[in-house]
């Protein structure tokens, strides 16, 4: 199974928006409403902030935002903050019990 | 609230074996699927291993299957994750992951800080 294809890096200014692609196949993104979407800061544990292709987990702000169109997630990051600057990985079942993740993108606020 | 703590990680020959452990506490552990993640220095996350609400029924990722075994004791609040014939490529941080819901929906919810395995001579 591939990895999710995920630019590997994107940027912006504090207050302006990001947005990250998650390309898969029909076999994966395509193919289920079972994508979720990770943050990570440097030396700790991953945290999920997206779950169901748009649905936000507990405490994470309306900032953040996705979706999905045919192979093809999203997550849209508004209104940047200093804190928003990590690595996001993207993660999709991919059916037969396998579940595969993104190649990660690391957001830069500049 | 929910904790997840990992211990067993080191530094391990290659051909060697090695387990892993997590303790979880602060929700019904018996009650959710758990999983294993890892991740190779610098690189992204890789899912490993799962195991159902009862220890039933598990699965392993391609990259490991035949080399590991995933277990969980519901008493002792506790996952295991037996890795064996250990490569290089093994190398990674190990997380312990507790599902978002009660099945196999494959949210990653809750993790662990991690612990960290290297397979080198």
């Known amino acids: 199974q591939s990895a999710l294809t995920q630019p590997p890096s994107a940027s912006g200014s504090p207050g302006q928006s990001v947005t990250i692609s998650c390309t898969g196949t029909s076999s994966d993104v395509g193919g289920y409403n079972f994508v979720s979407w990770y943050q990570q800061h440097p030396g700790k544990a991953p945290t999920l902030i997206i779950y169901d292709v748009r649905e936000r987990a507990s405490g994470v702000p309306d900032r953040f935002s996705a979706s999905k169109s045919g192979n093809t997630a999203s997550l849209t990051v508004s209104g940047l903050q200093p804190e928003d600057e990590a690595d996001y990985f993207c993660?999709?079942?991919?059916?037969?019990?396998?579940?595969?993740f993104g190649t990660g993108t690391k957001v830069t606020v500049l | 609230q929910v904790q997840l703590v990992e211990s067993g990680g080191g530094v391990v020959q290659p051909g060697r074996s090695l387990r892993l452990s997590c303790v979880a506490s602060?929700?019904?552990?018996?009650?959710?699927?758990m999983y294993w993640v890892r991740q190779a220095p610098g690189q992204g996350l890789e899912w490993v291993a799962d195991?159902?609400?009862?220890?039933?029924?598990?699965h392993q990722s391609d990259s490991v299957k035949g080399r590991v075994t995933v277990s969980r004791d519901n008493s002792k609040r506790s996952l295991y994750l037996q890795l064996n014939s250990l490569r290089p490529e093994d190398t990674a941080v190990y997380y312990c992951v507790r599902d978002l819901r009660g099945g196999y929906s494959h949210v990653y919810a809750y993790w662990g800080q991690g612990t960290e395995v290297t397979a080198s001579s």
């Open positions: 602060g929700f019904s552990f018996g009650s959710y699927t």
């Open positions: 993660s999709s079942y991919a059916g037969n019990n396998n579940n595969v």
């Open positions: 195991i159902s609400s009862d220890g039933m029924i598990t």
